[in-house]
């Protein structure tokens, strides 16, 4: 947490749990003001480049509460280093990679001039996808 001038004046390490791409839940035996903007720093996996984020808190959950957690949720406000894909990697990742193998072995794709034309075709019918499936989620595991 940075105070008015930049300095330091609050720093902690806690496990993230419920990670998903707007936000996590932080475990803590603490609890920090409501609307608090914390720095946050996390990696995906080990020797990964770390995620960094600032960070809202956005509620608080206490141990005698539904589900016996004790700690807070915070909603991701801004990434840096666009580290944000790294995020949203681990949550498509393998779907869009599973799309674009087997996009790319399609008469289209094979017909495209250099690999960029490629990457631009597979991104432009992944985008399409999205915008006109009938489900509510297209990414949802089946």
Known sequence: MDDDQGGRRFAASLASINVSVSGAFLES???????????????????????????????????????????????????????EVALARLFVGNRLRAFAEDYLRSQRARSLPNELERVVDVLSAWELLKATSTEADPWQAK
């Open 29 to 83: 035996t603490f609890y920090l003001p409501m609307g608090t903007v914390l720095g946050v720093s996390f990696s995906l996996e080990p020797g990964a480049a770390p995620v960094r984020a600032r960070a809202e808190i956005v509620r608080e959950e206490r141990e005698d509460g539904p589900g016996g957690r004790s700690g807070f949720g915070i909603r991701f406000l801004d990434f840096s280093g666009q580290t």
